[in-house]
């Protein structure tokens, strides 16, 4: 229970344990801690930089749905205007075409009537010259008499 | 029967394996068991740094990796806490005064005569285990870190050491004063202050290493006096003695813990007072 050499021989066992570990133990372990925490501070931030990203993303997406919808809309409504459009285009042209028509056919009527009306009187003309000449038995002048016959037949179908 | 084992027994058992470089100086010897566990335990423990060194990974640690990282941990933050300013030798030293006085420590749990009679088998006369209990170790370990103490005191703050060395406690403010004879009696109580300041000084290398001796030395002797229970009692002394060893020694593990952790802790505060900054 004395110090005596030991005292010397102890300081050079610390001493050089000292410088040993910290070689060995602490300076390889504390490196590692110190890359180890600062890794997951950089995954931490990572994951935090990911997580406003995706929120950033998310707010897009739902911004972009809203304006395609708006856009959809838009075009719908354009579409349906311009159905409106060419139905009121088309009902309208429909009914020119139908009146054309209808016009058309009513001079048509007319002038085929026309035209029987004047073959009929033709033909009636004839048929009275012949009745006549079979009444009155004696042959009659067909040019002197005309101006006649033409009056009895208009007369007569001054109606038809 | 115990009386007896013990008055024969135990002084015989605080005996050194030493070697006498001169036989009338005392302090020309050297304690061979001392220094032989010192050296294999630190060799071990360089061993073991190496070998957990060659497996280190910075992924998820496992194993001693897991268990020297939160010890390495432990001391980090302890000296963190305690420290005003980085210094990249204090972890390391705080590191190694807490592991080796620890393993240092728990070679008391060996049994009392087990060195000794390994020892005698090869013609050595006494064996002491714990270098913890020789107080060279403890007192070379305080005498380390009062010289680190003493060398950052002069390299940070030279002249503020100097000055409280001098001038502390007494004559600062007398200094100061402006009578010519109360500036005299200033001047008169420096050398007072010399030595007080020298005394507290000193006290902190001593208190350190004698805590730490004192500690092991007593723990070392209540396991003698078991053994000597164990061996003298009859059967009721070797029961008593086998519960009373099993409760020391789960108590002595404690202490050790306790007085590696106070000693470290120490180490680090005075070295902290070292390097803070001077107020003025």
């Known amino acids: 229970m004395s110090i005596d050499l030991t ?19 602490y300076g390889p372990l504390n490196e590692l801690m110190e890359n180890r925490s600062a890794k997951i501070a950089e995954g931490l931030a990572a994951a935090d930089a990911g997580k406003d ?10 911004e972009q749905l809203v304006e395609a919808r708006k856009k959809a809309q838009e075009i719908l409504a354009a579409a349906g205007k311009r159905a409106a459009e060419i139905e009121e285009e088309m009902t309208l042209k429909a009914r020119t075409n139908a009146t054309q028509i209808v016009e058309a056919a009513r001079e048509e009527i007319g002038a085929e009537a026309n035209r029987a009306r004047q073959a009929l009187r033709k033909e009636v003309a004839g048929l009275a010259i012949a009745a006549a000449e079979r009444v009155i038995d004696a042959e009659l002048d ?14 007569g179908f001054g109606n038809a | 029967m115990a009386q007896e084992g ?6 015989e058992h605080l005996q050194y394996w030493s070697y006498k470089f001169d036989d009338s100086n005392p302090f020309m010897q050297i304690h061979l068991d001392t220094m032989f566990t010192t050296i294999l335990v630190a060799t071990l423990l360089v ?3 190496k070998w957990l060194g060659g497996r280190l990974t910075d992924g998820a640690p496992t194993g001693a990796q897991n268990f020297m990282e939160s010890v390495v941990g432990f001391v980090d933050d302890t000296v963190r ?6 210094n990249p030798i204090i972890a390391p030293l705080a590191l190694t005064v807490f592991v080796f006085i620890f393993l240092l420590n728990c070679l008391d749990i060996l049994p009392a005569f087990l060195s000794g009679e390994i020892a005698g088998l090869f013609g050595i006369e006494h064996y002491r285990q714990v270098p913890t209990n020789d107080l060279n170790t403890p007192v070379a370990m305080a005498i380390c870190v009062f010289l680190m103490v003493l060398y950052y005191e002069f390299k940070l703050k030279p002249m503020h050491f100097c000055k409280e060395l001098l001038l502390q406690p007494f004559a600062s403010l007398l200094l100061e004063a402006k009578n010519p004879v109360v500036k005299m009696l200033g001047v008169a109580l420096i050398p007072l202050n010399l030595i007080l300041k020298l005394v507290e000084e000193l006290a902190k290398p001593l208190s350190l290493s004698f805590r730490l001796f004192g500690n092991m030395f007593a723990g070392e002797v209540i396991f003698l006096l078991i053994s000597f229970l164990l061996l003298g009692g009859g059967v009721v002394g ?11 020694s789960i108590f002595h593990m404690f202490i050790g813990l306790l007085q590696a952790f106070i000693f470290m802790i120490l180490t680090v505060v005075y070295l902290s ?8």
């Open chain 1, 7 to 25: 005292f010397i021989g102890q300081i050079v066992v610390f001493m050089t344990l000292l410088l040993l570990l910290k070689k060995f133990l």
């Open chain 1, 53 to 62: 990203a995706k929120a950033k993303a998310e707010a897009e997406v739902a």
């Open chain 1, 142 to 155: 067909a040019k002197r008499h005309s101006k006649i016959i033409d009056s009895v037949v208009s007369q």
């Open chain 2, 6 to 11: 013990q008055s024969e027994g135990i002084p």
């Open chain 2, 47 to 49: 061993l073991f740094s």
């Open chain 2, 81 to 86: 806490d305690n420290f005003p300013v980085h």
């Open chain 2, 238 to 248: 070797m029961t008593a003695g086998f519960f009373v060893g099993i409760g020391w």
């Open chain 2, 273 to 280: 007072i070292a390097h803070q900054p001077v107020e003025h």
